[in-house]
């Protein structure tokens, strides 16, 4: 079963990679959910999703150490990702086309590699040890292992140098060293590759890539980094702007696509019709913590529930020497992640404004969301509004369906999560997840330094 899924994720891919051409310096992919957990049960799909999102907070805070699999605060479960969003990518020559899951929140890009790549608790199943397809570089005639004194060596390992060939130094046989790249509860690792990257109207030669020979606890499928580090995508490719729109997780199970769209070449990228938006925020530069220059800062200044605002200290607004604090937004995270003590108050705020329905403490109890009420015989049940303000003046005033979800017959709860992630001082508060933002066309305008969304139907 869990094979037979994991090809079907692979055809549903290639069924989807239909490159069509506008002009040079536009890149245009699709992309769609993967097919998402198997959890018929609604409050266990729920429960799956919520416990994903807290992973991944948990992994973007913290991703040098290993999670204690000991504590049982931490929650272990199938994969970190949650409802996620994948783009088929093509190495090699000839290519070899796979599905990637396209994280904002990494840099590497890497694939399943080898007959014998290992992975461990990678179903989307409960199942032990899948059988992922996965790029076999002895196919492939561009396929090089990356050497330590290439420069690209250096993306990935800056601190390593090779300490045994001088830089610059011709007659250095060393390989760059093999990678390990926690992840969520599990990691990866592998050797480092220089292979063509086929995109649908550019061929990119020497892309650097990761070769995973095996893996725990990952999504059976590779990982295309979309983070802001030198080795990621947009970095290799000088890529000015990226840029989709997010499929309503209606459309989960279906064969539906959106685009990605990818901008480079000399124009300058221009203000898009309808955008707000908002500067970046810088990152801040934590020794030990270079993880933190891959995010995507944004200044979320206020937040507004039924029009009024809550009341958050500013030291989770704004990330502080440590790397405490501040906003990201995150490709790879399903629910909204918040510090506990912005979460309390903006939960209490919509707790306060929605006395008169019925919470249903049994579906949070299930679904680990909360609020959740019973609107059983409300004929309209109106709900407070959920405004998220940035810096500049651009306001996210999310759809009712970007907050709510339905929880089983006649139950909504509220899809933002607020815990305690055990062992966690620094790291980002609030980490802004791709259910608030269905049905937005998001950009990531590199050049201009800034974040920018307008609502709008991506089907
Ligand atoms: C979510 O985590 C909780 C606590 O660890 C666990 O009891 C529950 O089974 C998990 N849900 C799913 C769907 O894995
Ligand atoms: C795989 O999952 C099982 C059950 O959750 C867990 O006991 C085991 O440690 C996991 N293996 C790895 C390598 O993560
Ligand atoms: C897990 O896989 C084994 C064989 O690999 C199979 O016998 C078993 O039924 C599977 N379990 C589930 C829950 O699918
Ligand atoms: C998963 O597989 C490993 C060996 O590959 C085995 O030791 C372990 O008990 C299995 N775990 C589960 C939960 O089936
Ligand atoms: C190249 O290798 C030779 C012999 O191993 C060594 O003597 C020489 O210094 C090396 N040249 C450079 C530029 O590192
Ligand atoms: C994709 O969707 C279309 C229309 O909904 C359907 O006709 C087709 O069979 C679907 N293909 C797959 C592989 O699910
Ligand atoms: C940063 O961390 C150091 C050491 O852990 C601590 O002494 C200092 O107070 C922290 N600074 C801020 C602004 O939190
Ligand atoms: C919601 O409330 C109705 C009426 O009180 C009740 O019949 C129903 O079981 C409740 N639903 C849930 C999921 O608790």
Not at 46 to 60: E, I, Q
Not at 132 to 152: D, E, G, Q
Not at 268 to 296: D, M
Not at 417 to 442: E, T
Request: with cysteine; aromatic share 10%.
């Amino acid at each position: 079963m869990a094979s037979s899924s994991s090809s079907m994720l692979l055809s549903l891919s290639l069924l989807l990679l239909l490159p069509y051409i506008t002009s040079s310096n536009i890149i245009i992919i699709p992309i769609s959910h993967l097919p998402k957990n198997p959890h018929p049960d609604p409050y266990q799909h729920l429960s799956y999703l919520a416990n994903s999102s807290l992973k991944r907070a948990y992994h973007l805070k913290n991703p040098q150490t290993t999670p204690p699999h000991t504590n049982p605060k931490i929650p272990l479960f199938s994969h970190s990702y949650g409802s996620y969003f994948s783009i088929p990518l093509s190495f090699g020559t000839p290519p070899q086309t796979l599905p990637f899951i396209l994280d904002t929140g990494s840099d590497l890009t890497w694939f399943p590699c080898g007959k014998n790549y290992q992975c461990v608790n990678c179903s989307t199943h409960l199942n032990n040890t899948t059988k992922v397809k996965s790029f076999i570089p002895k196919l492939s005639s561009s396929s090089k292992t990356l050497a330590c004194v290439n420069p690209k060596c250096a993306m990935v390992f800056p601190k390593i140098q090779c300490p045994y060939c001088k830089l610059g130094s011709k007659n250095c046989t060393r390989r760059c060293p093999w990678y390990t790249y926690p992840y969520g509860s599990g990691d990866t690792g592998g050797s480092l590759l220089s292979e063509t990257l086929h995109l649908p109207n550019r061929r990119v030669p020497d892309f650097l890539v990761g070769c995973s020979i095996r893996a725990s606890d990952q999504p059976a499928a590779g990982i295309a980094g979309f983070g802001r580090g030198p080795a990621s995508l947009p970095s290799q490719l000088a890529i000015k702007k990226f840029s989709y729109c997010l499929l309503s997780h209606l459309f989960a199970d279906t064969n539906k696509s959106s685009s990605l769209v990818l901008v480079g070449g000399k124009d300058s990228v221009k203000k898009t019709k309808g955008v707000s938006y908002t500067p970046f925020v810088k990152n801040p530069e934590v020794p030990g913590r270079g993880h933190f220059l891959t995010y995507y800062y944004v200044g979320l200044r206020r937040i507004t529930v039924g029009g009024r605002s809550v009341k958050i200290p500013y030291r989770y607004l704004r990330p502080d020497k440590n790397g405490s604090g501040g906003t990201i937004v995150d490709s790879g995270t399903t629910f909204t992640h918040m510090a506990p003590e912005v979460f309390e108050r903006v939960a209490g705020e919509f707790e306060k404004l929605t006395k008169g329905y019925k919470r249903a403490e049994e579906v949070e109890a299930l679904t680990r969301l909360r609020p959740c009420y019973n609107v059983s015989g409300i004929e309209t049940p109106t709900f407070p509004s959920v405004t998220f303000h940035f810096k500049g003046g651009a306001e996210m005033a999310l759809p009712e369906e970007n907050y709510l979800v339905p929880a089983g017959w006649e139950v909504l709860c509220l899809t933002i999560r607020g815990d305690n992630l055990p062992m966690i001082s620094s790291g980002p508060s609030i980490i802004l997840g791709s259910f608030q933002m269905q049905n937005y066309h998001v950009e990531y305008d590199l050049q201009n330094e800034r974040f920018g969304f307008k609502q709008q139907q991506c089907n």
